[in-house]
């Protein structure tokens, strides 16, 4: 039987023990390979310390400098419930890239938080980038209990504090566990240091998380990723993001808006007919009419289609080297589609540790949110991000670089034209 597995992000300002954390939990679940630990010994030593978890992170990355497979943005670990995976280590140059763009798509997040520091402008800003995904299953580790003599009220002051800011993004914690990664203290098991905490330890409660179901009971989206021939039949492929599809399934192409039937379905993975395809699955079809159509329209079905627009709305947040400017012309991405696009409209810009906000803006530097209207060089099928996450978000590339991303938050179909 397989498995159910689960994604998950660590993040939090640096140094607070995002590292170590998981350093120790993939330690604690015996999810190491064989000679990590000699390996973080030696490299402990070399950099003149005690041993760190943290460095486990860097012993895999010198694996993978000598071609050994372990992908350091896919950590696994398992426990008694399911597999787990940690995507993209915190620190990696990519991470909060890959987080924005979705390249990570996490279903829960731990965010660390140092009991000795408090809450510092990148843990507030890692909140708001929780609450801009829509990620609802936050777990907040108060961290380095250790360091505070594991003290209840040094806890609550935190938490209190922490819990004001989330709150008032929407970010509403499922738990607040306060630990020593380090220690070992309430990441496995409860610890008898703080006999003052009553909740679980963090493999508890994360175990205790249900994953949520049904992608595939959603409306189908199915993405054109590319189009191949073969002897005199076009097959459309692509992945199913969400929803499913059948043989006889009449099928609406937008935003060229052709109808068509599903004649057939090809399988990749099995290299077979399928009679019905759902949710994640890639996939090849071949429909009844043939029309022009291209990578980056998206296929649904015919009574429940997206948004077909050139203007939409959405929350930004803002990595790039410059500025991002108001008039000025960017690669927009979505789904498996690329065009030109336009920032119409800087409706609002806000400062994602302090929630300063601006008004009507010309200009969102890097580390910066912001609500923006986008104009595409012509009308694209989209989502809002709350009806469907696959297709509601998007990603801005300045210079080939992607420089920002977020979720679309206003769209709305005009009459497209029927052809
Ligand atoms: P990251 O930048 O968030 O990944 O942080 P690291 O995991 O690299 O930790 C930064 C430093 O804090 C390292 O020296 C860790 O050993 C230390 N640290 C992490 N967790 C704890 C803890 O629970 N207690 C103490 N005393 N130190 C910790």
């Given amino acids: 039987m397989n498995r159910e597995s689960l994604n998950i992000v660590v993040v939090g300002h640096v140094d607070h023990g995002k590292s170590t954390l998981i350093g120790r939990l993939l330690f604690d679940t015996d999810s190491l390979p064989q000679g990590a630990i000699e390996k973080v010994k030696r490299i402990s030593k070399e950099k003149g310390k005690d041993f760190e978890y943290a460095y486990l992170l860097d012993a895999f990355e010198e694996e993978q400098k000598q071609g050994i497979t372990i992908d350091t943005t896919r950590l696994q670990f398992k426990t008694d419930k399911r597999d787990y995976v940690i995507i993209d280590a915190p620190g990696h140059k ?9 390249a990570a798509s996490a279903e829960a997040a731990i965010l660390m938080v140092d009991a000795n520091e408090g809450i510092q402008e990148q843990s507030k800003r890692h909140g708001y980038i929780l609450s801009l995904l829509g990620i609802q299953k936050v777990y907040v580790a ?5 360091l505070v003599d594991y003290s209840e009220e040094r806890y609550s002051e935190v938490r209190k504090d922490f819990d004001r800011f989330l709150n008032t993004l929407g970010v509403y914690p499922i738990k607040y566990i306060p630990v020593s990664a380090f220690y070992g203290d309430n990441i496995a098991e409860k610890s008898e240091k703080m006999p003052w905490y009553n909740g679980e330890s963090i493999l508890d409660a994360i175990d205790s998380l249900e994953k949520e179901k049904g992608l595939e009971e959603k409306s189908l989206r199915f993405p054109i990723q590319d189009i191949y021939k073969f002897d005199h039949r076009r097959i459309i492929a692509g992945r199913i993001e969400s929803g499913s599809l059948k043989v006889g399934d009449e099928i609406v192409i ?5 109808t068509t039937k599903v004649k057939s379905i090809e399988y990749w993975v099995e290299k077979d007919k399928k009679e019905e395809v759902s949710a994640g699955m890639s996939v090849g079809i071949i429909v009844e009419d043939e029309f022009f159509y291209k990578r980056g329209e998206i296929i649904s079905h015919k009574d429940d289609i ?7 709305g959405g929350n930004l947040f803002w990595l790039g080297k410059n500025d991002l400017e108001k008039g000025k012309k960017y690669k927009l991405k979505l789904s498996t589609l690329e065009i030109e696009c336009e920032i119409a409209k800087i ?4 400062d994602a540790s302090t929630l300063e906000t601006i008004e009507n803006g010309e ?9 923006i209207t986008i104009k595409t060089k012509e009308p694209i099928a989209l989502d809002e991000f709350k009806n469907i ?4 978000r998007f990603v801005l590339v300045d210079d080939l670089d992607v420089s920002g991303g977020g979720i679309i938050t206003r769209g709305s179909s005009f009459e497209v034209e029927k052809k």
């Avoid at 990519?94 to 924005?100: A, D, Q």
């Avoid at 108060?142 to 250790?146: A, C, E, G, T, Y």
């Avoid at 409706?347 to 806000?350: E, F, H, T």
């Fill in 306 to 312: 997206p948004v077909v627009t050139d203007t939409f």
């Fill in 347 to 350: 409706d609002k810009v806000i």
């Fill in 254 to 258: 937008l935003p060229s808006n052709k």
């Fill in 94 to 102: 990519e991470f909060l890239k890959n987080m924005i763009s979705g």
């Fill in 142 to 146: 108060v961290n380095k209990m250790d």
């Fill in 389 to 392: 996450q696959s297709t509601g």
């Fill in 363 to 371: 200009r969102v530097k890097k580390n910066d949110v912001a609500e």
